[in-house]
């Protein structure tokens, strides 16, 4: 494998730093959208943003059908026993599971839908395969959160994504609002890359998919970014989709209200952005988080009727 220059060095020094984006936001020209997925407008907003939100994608009857199928996988033992499913960090209640697309013949479907695979192929520019789908789930009273990362971070350090080539779709499955822990946000976010410190350890996944803890931000570095572009909690009704850059800034609160928050995520990475070893280090995580042998371009479903 011929070797892959880390354009974007992290866990490798005493001290953070802020580096600045190599690579575009998005990588078709907006004035060349043809009603397909994204309009020249909301393109030059998920540009500018990093991030944009599409209210009442879905109909609350295919959100019905979704969240009816999430029930299913969440009620049956033998997938809640499976190393996909992850617990909360202090208890057994479900956090994620993850490759719903290959667990749920509905969720490969879903994800494979005609509008989001266009989308995604203008933002990265052409074919696309899923590096990670999973739910996350925040049930009323016990959800916890998830602290403010950049994806991307990750992604590069233990997974090897060389390029900041990949966009998460996510699929409001409840209503998000400001009582149980919606996603949080910082516009502009992803022009500007936090180098971590700390050393990545040994299967590290098995913790920071319950906590993260090592590949987050520092205080200053995060004050700096929401000094300068604000923070921003997308809220609206189930059946929203949230799309949002691979390197922008977010997080959540933990949800204390009684009222249960979940969505669907799909990760859709560029065809051309294969991921190659880890700057870790490490072995690569195991293909139920990041997926590294089936690279080739999704089809799009040819029936995205999930209701008949």
């Known amino acids: 494998m011929a070797i892959v220059q880390d354009l974007y060095p992290s866990r490798q020094q005493d001290k953070p730093e802020i580096i600045e984006r190599k690579d575009p936001v998005i990588n078709t020209r907006p004035e060349d959208a043809d009603g397909s997925g994204l309009t020249a407008e909301q393109l030059r907003q998920y540009e500018r943003d990093g991030f944009i939100a599409l209210p009442q994608f879905f109909t609350p009857e295919e959100v019905a059908v979704f969240r009816k199928e999430l029930t299913r996988m969440t009620n049956d033992p033998e997938t809640i026993r499976r190393q996909e499913a992850v617990k909360e960090p202090n208890s057994d209640i479900v956090r994620s599971i993850f490759c719903v697309h290959k667990l749920s013949s509905l969720f490969d479907r879903l994800s494979r839908h005609p509008r989001l695979l266009a989308i995604a192929g203008q933002i990265l520019g052409g074919g696309v395969y899923i590096h990670q789908s999973r ?3 925040k049930p009323g009273f016990k959800g916890q959160g998830f602290y403010w990362h950049s994806d991307f971070e990750t992604w590069h350090v233990e997974d090897g994504l060389p390029r900041m080539r990949t966009v998460s779709c996510s699929i409001t499955l409840t209503e998000n609002n400001e009582f149980n822990g919606p996603l949080m946000l910082i516009p502009g976010s992803q022009n500007h890359y936090i180098a971590c410190v700390g050393e990545t350890p040994e299967d590290n996944y098995k913790s920071s998919l319950r906590a993260q803890k090592v590949g987050t931000p520092d205080d ?3 004050t ?4 300068s572009g604000g923070i921003k909690a997308p809220k609206g009704p189930a059946g929203t989709v949230l799309l949002f850059d691979c390197n922008t800034m977010h997080g959540s609160n933990s ?13 859709y990475n560029s065809i ?3 991921p190659v070893e880890p700057w870790s280090g490490q072995k690569p995580r195991p293909p139920f988080i990041a997926e590294r042998e ?5 089809e799009p479903t040819q029936n995205p009727d999930f209701v008949s």
């Open 220 to 222: 200053e570095s995060l």
């Open 135 to 137: 739910v996350n789930m």
């Open 224 to 227: 700096q970014l929401a000094e």
């Open 272 to 274: 051309e952005n294969a």
């Open 294 to 298: 089936d690279i080739s371009p999704l």
């Open 255 to 267: 949800n204390i209200s009684p009222f249960p928050r979940s969505n669907v995520f799909f990760v």
